[in-house]
């Protein structure tokens, strides 16, 4: 069983989205928040494992909550904007996906199972400004200490950048689903990322390293 924490300011938009997903059989919706505050601490009570978070809430907005329990759960940002600070801020913040609003229930149902998994979901009408953005942006300021990857890990961490889910990973480099799943793991690990996102962030900005 999926267990789901949803925040989001608006009471009718809440309950809708709490009663698509308790119509699931595999989800339960453990908690509601209403701001960003009471999700981040309903989190840290609940450990649900995963939050669907609001961006635009009062006290604390929805980039802030993420920044803090993206370690305790994973986060699925669900929001009616799709502008690129919000996008760039969600995923910078840890979410592991980014969806707008207007997505149907069989996809929001299917990107909350899919994020519980251990993958990444960004919305299509997203995706090709985000890899436009990255393809476009100056090498990044700060370096990142690559060599800690064996030479297998900097194969996996190139295939998070090219979007590849685990089982994608496993048939590119031959090995096991779960061998492709414990290598994720421990490139978040020691690199300090809270995502699979972050990662393939990473592996977009140091592509030319890991060649």
Do not use: W
Not at 79 to 107: N, Q, S, W
Not at 118 to 143: C, K, M, N, S
Not at 184 to 200: D, P, T, Y
């Amino acid at each position: 069983m999926i267990r789901v924490l949803v925040a989001d300011d608006q009471a009718a938009v809440r309950a809708g989205i709490a009663l698509i997903l308790r119509a699931a059989p595999d989800v339960e919706v453990v908690a509601e928040a209403a701001d960003g505050e009471e999700a981040v601490a309903l989190t840290r009570e609940l450990r649900p494992d995963v939050v669907l978070m609001d961006v635009r809430m009062p006290r604390m907005d929805g980039i802030a909550a993420t920044r803090e329990v993206a370690g305790l759960a994973d986060v699925l940002v669900l929001t009616t904007f799709d502008a690129d600070e919000h996008v760039f801020g969600a995923l910078r913040a840890g979410a592991a996906g980014f969806l707008l609003k207007d997505v149907d229930a069989d996809r929001l149902v299917d990107a909350v199972r899919t994020v519980a998994a251990g993958e990444g979901v960004i919305a299509p009408q997203v995706t090709r400004r985000l890899i436009g953005a990255f393809a476009a942006a100056p090498a990044p300021a700060e370096p990142v200490a690559l060599d800690v990857l064996t030479p297998r890990e900097r194969d996996v961490l190139a295939c998070l950048g090219d979007g590849l889910s685990n089982q994608q990973i496993a048939e590119r480099l031959e090995m096991a689903e779960t061998t492709a799943k414990t290598h994720v793991s421990r490139i978040l690990a020691k690199l300090g990322l809270r995502s699979r996102v972050q990662a393939a962030i990473v592996a977009r900005e140091h592509g030319d390293e890991l060649r």
